[in-house]
C-alpha cells in the first residue's frame, strides 16, 4: 500500500458544486500539506498542518477549507468548485524535522467544468 | 516576497551526457533546499537536500551545489539515463515554513 494515499485520482465536477479530496497516510508523520499544481507554475501551498489542532492558510487558499480529522487524514474541500480550480491536486506529509522533505502522494486530477 | 525560480524550463541531453538544471532562490533566510523529480502521472519524489552549512552534497549520480552568495541552487545528473526524463523542482524552506517550490525544468534524454 502507498505510504500516502489520495482519492478520487480523477474527478470532474460542475461548477458550484462542493468537492472533498481525501487523503491518508501510512507514514506515521505529523505534518500534512495540500499543494496544487499547474502547468508552468510548479506546486503551490493552499493549506497546511503541522498537528491534529494546528490549520493553516497557505499561499493559495481561497476557496477552500481543509479538515484534520485525525493525525493520518487531512482533506480539501472546494465550497463551490470554479473552473480555474482545475488543476493536479497533491497531499504530502514529513516529520518535524526537514529531512528528506516530503513524502507525495499520487495526486487527483480535478476538472471542474 | 519569497521566489524560487528556475533559469531553464526545459534541457535536453544526450543518454551518457551530464545534466545540470540550475535553480535560483530569493529569500536569503532559506536553510534548506531540496531537489525533486516528478515522472508523468506520479507525485515528486525526493531525489536529494542539502542545508545552508553545506555547499555541496552527493548521492548516487546526483550532486547538488548550493551557493549562498548570489542564492543559487544546481543539481547535477552524471551519465544522464533515459530513466532520468522527468520534471524536476527545486524547493526551499526557511526554519519552520513549508517548502516552496519552483516551476519546474523539463529534461528529455535524447538516446
Known amino acids: 500500500d502507498a505510504d500516502v494515499t489520495q482519492t478520487p485520482r480523477n474527478r470532474i465536477t460542475k461548477t458550484g458544486k462542493r468537492i472533498m479530496l481525501e487523503c491518508s497516510q501510512t507514514k506515521g508523520h505529523d505534518r500534512m500539506y495540500w499543494y496544487r499544481q499547474d502547468p508552468g507554475l510548479g506546486l503551490r501551498l493552499i493549506y497546511y498542518s503541522f498537528d491534529v489542532k494546528d490549520i493553516n492558510k497557505g499561499e493559495i487558499s481561497d476557496g477552500y477549507s481543509v479538515s484534520r480529522q485525525a493525525q493520518a487524514k487531512f482533506s480539501l474541500s472546494l465550497e463551490s468548485a470554479i473552473p480555474n480550480q482545475t488543476a493536479l491536486y497533491f497531499c504530502?506529509?514529513?516529520?518535524?524535522?526537514?529531512?528528506?522533505?516530503?513524502?507525495f502522494g499520487s495526486g487527483t486530477r480535478l476538472t471542474v467544468v | 516576497g519569497e521566489s524560487v525560480g528556475l533559469h531553464l524550463p526545459t534541457l535536453s541531453v544526450q543518454e551518457g551526457d551530464n545534466s545540470i538544471i540550475n535553480c535560483a532562490y530569493s529569500n536569503s533566510a532559506s536553510d534548506y533546499f531540496i531537489w525533486y523529480k516528478q515522472e508523468s502521472g506520479k507525485g515528486p519524489q525526493f531525489i536529494i537536500d542539502?542545508?545552508?552549512?553545506?555547499d555541496k552534497r552527493q548521492g548516487q549520480r546526483v550532486t547538488v551545489l548550493l551557493n549562498k552568495t548570489v542564492k543559487h541552487l544546481s543539481l547535477q545528473i552524471a551519465a544522464t539515463q533515459p530513466g532520468d526524463s522527468a520534471v524536476y523542482f527545486c524547493a526551499e524552506s526557511a526554519g519552520n515554513t513549508p517548502l516552496v517550490f519552483g516551476k519546474g525544468t523539463r529534461l528529455s534524454v535524447i538516446a
Open positions: 504530502a506529509t514529513s516529520t518535524t524535522v526537514h529531512n528528506y522533505g516530503y513524502t
Open positions: 542539502i542545508r545552508s552549512n553545506m
